[in-house]
């Protein structure tokens, strides 16, 4: 009894680990294969370490409210190793100046005192936001784009210099498209339930957690990714291996499939746990089951990048005395946002240094990311040149780029999943796990993980007895 894990992400190690527990607590007994294409583990997660930098060239935090991740990183012994941001004012570029964010404003959360503080609204504006108690809720169901959703409650104004760059921003995605459903139901079901987004928090407000929405690791999110690899006893993990196709294998019983690899070699296994962007699964279940394929690979896109910028502290003139700033999407500017990491986290940078995170590339422009590492560090330099006071160049920046890295939830992402599980329903040693699916953030891939490894446990588990 075999399962292949492809993917060596967060998603893939996951899977491994909890498949990996399913057998210690005697619920399956059987191999563990986790392919990998790359010569690392941790895929999107890439914590790089130099001269005293401490660098996140992919995710640099996680939810902290989501048990899932909380969970994981205790069973892992990392508990001691979760940091709070030290600075948590955001701010928000309007008309080319920075204006930081009143924090209840980040939360959805319409406070009177927080909108008329909001100034990169206009007046008109900050009193649409506060009608939103008052707008009448929604009468259908079904879903709506990101955009639409924040127009009707908020107002034109809120949604497009606030909330759109905080919720569409963390996807890189167009909030036009982006499905409130599948991103943000319980807004949905807060407006359903209360009639307004206000009441809906106010009447939240002793259910939310009163710390930090986002923590992180001290020695950086690779941390999860060495500890989690390092748990893992019982796997057998093949790095620098391209699976190339999936086939059912001929024979009697149990369906079991066969996995190509592109040094030529052929594995088989009663299941498969695919934790790759949902376009590379497309193409391995197009035989299988061509109509789950024909809806993966409907699932769009975006490329980003992250450069990241060391300058000496005596080289900018803004005090950076917040984690950083979005952009929304009327500002003519290059990047999306930035993350000043040092001011955020604590030791990002050594003494007398600061490090910032800009980032690039979003679902409307695949050419964001273009060009040769030079041209993104420029164009990155001087945008923010004007803005934080910057002089001369950086004496560190690192390139961490994301090619078609970003799912994006587009309306009707939902329906598309429940196509995909149906089509693939003949198949239930076959399990889809990833961002491409039920959550981007890392807690919602630990989730998708869990489950994914207890349904394939009881699967290989259901005709065969162990005897302990
Ligand atoms: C810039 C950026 C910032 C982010 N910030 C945050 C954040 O702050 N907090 C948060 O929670 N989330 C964040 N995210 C999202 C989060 O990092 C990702 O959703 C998550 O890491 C994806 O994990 P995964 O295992 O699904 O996929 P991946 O990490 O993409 O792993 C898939 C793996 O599969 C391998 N693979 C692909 N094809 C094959 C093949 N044919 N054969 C073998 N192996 C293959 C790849 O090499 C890769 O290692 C961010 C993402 C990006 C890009």
């Known amino acids: 009894m075999r399962v292949i894990i492809v993917g060596g992400g967060i998603a893939g190690l996951s899977v491994a680990y909890f498949l990996e527990r399913a057998m210690a607590e005697g619920r399956w007994r059987g191999e563990i294969l986790l392919i990998e294409r790359g010569q690392r583990l941790g895929g999107k997660i890439v914590t790089v370490r130099e001269d005293g930098f401490l660098v996140e060239g992919g995710p640099d935090s996680f939810l902290a409210a989501r048990t899932e991740g909380r969970a994981l990183i205790r069973e892992l ?25 009143p924090e209840a404003l980040l939360m959805l959360r319409p406070d009177p005192g927080a909108v008329l503080r909001a100034r990169n609204l206009s007046w008109g504006g900050r009193l649409r936001a506060l009608l939103e108690p008052w707008i009448p809720p929604r009468r259908s169901d079904g879903d709506e784009p990101l955009a639409t959703f924040l127009r009707r409650r908020f107002g034109r104004a809120f949604a497009e210099g606030i909330a759109e760059p905080l919720m569409a921003g963390v996807h890189a995605g167009d909030p036009e498209r982006l499905s409130m459903q599948a991103l943000y139901p319980h807004l949905l079901a807060m407006e359903r339930k209360f009639g307004s987004i ?24 690779g941390a999860l990714v060495d500890r989690l690899a390092a748990s893992l006893h019982r796997t057998h993990i093949a790095l620098g291996r391209t699976v190339l196709g999936i086939a059912p294998a001929p024979g009697e019983g149990r369906l ?3 996995v190509t690899l592109d040094s030529g070699e052929i594995v088989e296994g009663e299941g498969v746990a695919l934790a790759v962007p949902a376009f590379e699964a497309a193409r391995w279940v197009r035989d299988l089951a061509p109509s789950a394929a024909a809806r993966l690979a409907e699932i769009p896109f975006a490329s980003t990048a992250v450069v990241t910028l060391a300058f000496r502290r005596d080289q900018v003139r803004h005090p950076l005395n917040g984690s950083g700033f979005l952009v929304p999407r009327r500002e003519p500017f290059p990047l999306t946002g930035c ?13 007398g240094f600061v490090l910032l995170r800009a980032f690039l590339g979003w679902a409307g422009d695949p050419e964001a990311i273009a060009g040769e590492d030079a041209i993104l560090i420029q164009r ?10 910057l002089r001369g160049d950086p004496v560190r920046a690192w390139v961490h780029r994301w090619p078609a890295g970003m799912p994006q939830y587009t309306v009707g992402h939902l329906e598309r999943l429940a196509a995909i599980e149906r089509a693939l329903s003949p198949f239930p040693g076959l399990r889809l796990v990833g961002a491409s699916y039920g959550g981007i953030g890392i807690p919602d891939l630990i989730r998708q993980a869990r489950e994914a490894a207890e349904k394939m446990a009881s699967f290989l588990n259901s005709d065969c007895s162990y005897g302990g």
């Open 77 to 101: 012994g990392l508990e001691m190793e979760i940091i709070a941001p030290q600075a948590r004012t955001v701010y928000v570029l309007s008309r080319g100046r920075l204006m930081p964010i």
């Open 198 to 221: 206000a009441r809906g928090l106010w009447n939240a407000r002793s259910a939310r957690p009163s710390g930090p929405l986002f923590v992180s690791l001290r020695s950086g999110m």
């Open 256 to 258: 079991s499939y066969r």
């Open 339 to 351: 993350t000043w990491s040092s001011s955020k986290w604590p030791g990002r940078a050594p003494g």
């Open 380 to 389: 990155s330099v001087e945008a923010l040149r004007p803005l934080l006071g």
